[in-house]
C-alpha cells in the first residue's frame, strides 16, 4: 500500500514540474507569413479613407502620376488629379462612373463605367491581393517596420482577386509584386514590377497616408 502511494506521489510531482519547465519555456517565434496573417486578421474592416499617391514608370521615365483621396474597405470611391506626358485630368470616382476633364478647367465632364478607374494595381481590394501573394510562396522580410512581403504572380493569378486589373495586366507574363503592412494590418505601399516578353518592364508603385473615416463622394454637378 506504501508503495503504491509513493508511486502515485513521484508521478503527481513529475506532472508539477513538467508543466513548470512548459510554462517558462519561451514561446515558438512565428513565421513571417503568420505575422502577416495575424496583421491582416486584426485590422479594422470598417470603411476608411486614405491619400493616394500611384507612380507609374519605365526605367527613369514616368508615365503617370495619380494624387488625391480615395475610400477603401469599401467600393472604390475618390476623388484624384492624374497627369500624363499626354493630359493632366481631375477624376471622380463613384460607384456607378467615373468623370473626368481636363484639370483645372470647368468644362464638361466625360463619363466611363466604374472599372475604368481601376489600373494594374487592385486598390480596393489590397487585404485579398496580399492574402494571394502568401497564397503563391510569398516571402516575408521582417526587421524592420512595416513589414514587405514579395511574390511573383501572372496576371490570371491577380484576375482571382479582380477580374478588371487581371485584365489589364494581360499583357504582361509575370508581376513581381511586394506590399508592405504595418503593425496595424494597413496595407501602405504596394509595388508591381511587371514584365513583357518583348516589352521594357513597367513599375507602378502605391503609396497610401493619412488615414481617415471615409468621405462622402458624389457625381460632379450637372450630373
Not at 28 to 33: I, T, V
Not at 70 to 84: I, K, S, Y
Not at 196 to 221: E, G, N
Request: glycine share 8%; proline share 4%; with cysteine.
Amino acid at each position: 500500500m506504501t508503495h503504491h502511494r509513493t508511486a502515485t506521489l513521484i508521478l503527481a510531482l513529475s506532472g508539477v514540474i513538467l508543466s513548470a519547465c512548459a510554462s517558462g519555456s519561451p514561446a515558438r517565434a512565428k513565421s513571417g507569413r503568420q505575422v502577416v496573417r495575424d496583421r491582416l486578421a486584426a485590422a479594422d474592416d470598417a470603411p476608411y479613407s486614405a491619400a493616394l499617391r500611384a507612380v507609374t514608370q519605365t526605367g527613369t521615365r514616368r508615365l503617370q502620376l495619380v494624387e488625391g483621396r480615395v475610400n477603401l474597405n469599401a467600393p472604390l470611391t475618390g476623388r484624384t488629379a492624374e497627369r500624363t506626358e499626354q493630359y493632366a485630368e481631375d477624376v471622380v470616382i463613384t460607384r456607378r462612373k467615373v468623370y473626368r476633364r481636363a484639370r483645372g478647367t470647368h468644362g464638361v465632364w466625360q463619363e466611363f463605367p466604374a472599372s475604368a478607374a481601376k489600373g494594374g494595381i487592385p486598390v480596393d481590394r489590397l487585404p485579398q491581393y496580399l492574402r494571394l501573394m502568401l497564397g503563391h510562396g510569398a516571402s516575408v522580410h521582417q526587421g524592420s517596420e512595416p513589414v514587405r512581403v514579395s511574390a511573383r504572380l501572372t496576371p490570371k493569378d491577380v484576375a482571382s482577386v479582380d477580374r478588371t486589373t487581371g485584365r489589364n495586366l494581360s499583357p504582361a507574363t509575370t508581376i513581381d509584386a511586394q506590399v508592405w503592412i504595418d503593425k496595424e494590418g494597413s496595407i501602405v505601399r504596394v509595388r508591381q514590377q511587371i514584365h513583357f516578353v518583348s516589352a521594357s518592364d513597367i513599375q507602378a508603385t502605391l503609396t497610401l497616408t493619412d488615414f481617415r473615416s471615409a468621405m462622402s463622394v458624389s457625381a460632379p454637378a450637372g450630373h
